[in-house]
């Protein structure tokens, strides 16, 4: 019993972990998209950010070990790719930047409703 309770911690803590980055991470977008005519580095810099976690979330989703079902792996693909697509649109001023706010907002949802993020 002793051991299921630390491996539940353990999942509490790195799912609470993984939310604090894309809370923090979708923060920092929309913070620098509001400021980017006057500090378009600075926005650049949060698009690329944005980019690396969707990179991370699937190179994570690509490991063998990663328990999801191949259809949610199938959905954060997709939705990594178009958030590549959408990033480079965005930075030839072809493309705004809330949808991918958005995504990440639906993220962050998905994340709390399945449970507590402690």
Do not use: C
């Not at 979708?26 to 378009?40: G, H, M, P, W």
């Not at 697509?85 to 930047?97: G, P």
Request: net charge positive; no cysteine.
């Amino acid at each position: 019993m002793r051991g299921y309770a630390e491996h539940s911690v353990t999942t509490r803590s790195d799912r609470r972990s993984e939310y604090e980055v894309i809370a923090r991470v979708t923060q920092e977008l929309r913070d620098k998209a509001v400021r980017s005519r006057s500090n378009f580095p600075a926005f650049a810099e949060a698009l690329h950010t944005n980019r690396k976690l969707w990179t991370a979330l699937v190179v994570d989703i690509a490991d063998d070990a990663n328990p999801f079902p191949k259809e949610l792996k199938a959905r954060i693909a997709y939705l990594a790719k178009f958030t590549n697509h959408q990033t480079r649109r965005i930075l030839k001023d072809k493309a705004s930047v809330m949808p991918l706010l958005e995504i990440n907002m639906a993220l962050l949802r998905g994340l709390k409703k399945e449970g507590p993020v402690t």
